[in-house]
């Protein structure tokens, strides 16, 4: 019997990716770069499942491309911005995602962020390698204090509540805002505060953004924001780049209107080498990365190969973004 014919829009680790190569006819595309658009147009066609990643859109467009024999796209990331769900439900493809195993690496790296822009990590390494380290200094690279200070979650979702913890195990005080789950019953065991968007930005120390993209959280953290934090707050940045506006984060930046930013997502994705933002030296850029540990790739690459295999054999998707489409 021939094997199902999937596209694997990059190549994903090897756990994974044998897989899929095992159970499909599978066509992956071998550019260290997302293919071009009408490449992905090109190869859909004809297929029985897709294996896309983040950077590759998924929409009407592409679905009509792959045509009506299209049994499932599966993400590889718990992130879906990139794909039209309800494009995909209205024709009855499952859309698979890759949440639960990368919720405390990304944390993680959240955290550090956020203790590389307090203490100033990053200006630290590029001050010595720049020959400027010529005594101990009584007011060299002073940044705030991490432990006691006031964190403030933006999305109470996994990876904000595992940011949470984090925040607890260096006893600071945490805020939340999430207008979805405003009651969340973990807060009690996390000491965590639900309240307003307004209160978590006026209070927090540090503000680090968990939510996911979409209509109501593109350029959420925009200039009214920026009025309302803290000239000494530090903004987190770990989800998705659109979330923040990056012209009014500049703005905030260069005008002392907020201290520091880290983030690990920008809009667009990689940042312009000509934009404002890295001319500045309090900010820290990381290449989205967040999710970006060797077991974590691994799990997310066979979490997102079994979501591929379930959908072309008409079974449930082990984590589905649609699942409606099965009930
Ligand atoms: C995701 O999974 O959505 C991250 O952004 C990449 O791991």
């Known amino acids: 019997m021939s094997k199902p014919k999937v596209f694997v829009t990059r190549a994903i680790p090897e756990k994974g990716l044998d897989m899929v190569k095992e159970f499909c006819d599978a066509d992956i595309w071998p550019g260290e770069l ?3 658009r009408e490449v992905v147009l090109e190869r859909v066609r004809g297929v029985d499942g897709i294996l896309s990643l983040l950077t590759t859109k998924m929409d009407a467009a592409v679905m009509d491309a792959a045509g009506p024999q299209l049994k499932v796209i599966s993400n590889y990331a718990v992130g879906f911005d990139n794909i039209d769900i309800p494009e995909a439900t209205k024709r009855g493809i499952p859309v698979g995602n890759t949440p ?12 550090a962020l956020l203790m590389s822009a307090a203490r100033r990590v990053v200006e ?3 001050y010595t390698r720049a020959g400027k380290w010529q005594t101990w200094g009584p007011k060299l690279l002073l940044g705030p204090d991490v432990h006691g200070a006031t964190l403030g979650v933006i999305g109470f979702g996994r990876i904000g509540k ?5 925040g607890l195990g260096f006893d600071m005080k945490v805020l939340y805002f999430d207008p979805v789950n405003p009651n969340d019953p973990d807060a009690e065991s996390l000491n965590a505060t639900s309240v307003d968007l307004d209160t978590v930005l006026a209070e927090s120390d ?3 953004v968990h939510t996911p993209l979409n ?3 593109h350029h959420l953290i925009s200039t009214d924001a920026f009025k309302k934090m803290k000239s000494s707050a530090i903004l987190i940045n770990t989800a998705r780049g659109p979330v923040v506006d990056n012209q009014a984060l500049y703005q905030a930046l260069s005008s002392g209107e907020i201290a520091y930013a880290a983030l690990d997502v920008t809009e667009p994705e990689p940042i312009p080498l000509d934009s404002p933002l ?12 967040a999710s970006g540990s060797l077991a974590t790739r691994d799990k997310m690459a066979v979490m997102a190969a079994e979501n591929l295999i379930a959908g ?3 079974k449930r998707l082990p984590t589905c973004v649609n699942p409606e489409l099965f009930d």
Request: glycine share 6%; proline share 9%; no cysteine.
């Open 162 to 166: 595992a940011m949470a913890k984090r």
């Open 215 to 217: 209509k109501h959280t």
């Open 124 to 126: 630290a390494d590029k």
């Open 312 to 314: 072309l054999t008409g």
């Open 100 to 111: 639960g195993v990368l919720t405390d690496t990304t944390a993680d790296f959240a955290f």
């Open 206 to 208: 540090f503000v680090s």
């Open 278 to 289: 890295l001319g500045l030296d309090n900010i820290i850029i990381a290449p989205h990365i």
């Open 34 to 36: 997302p293919p071009p």
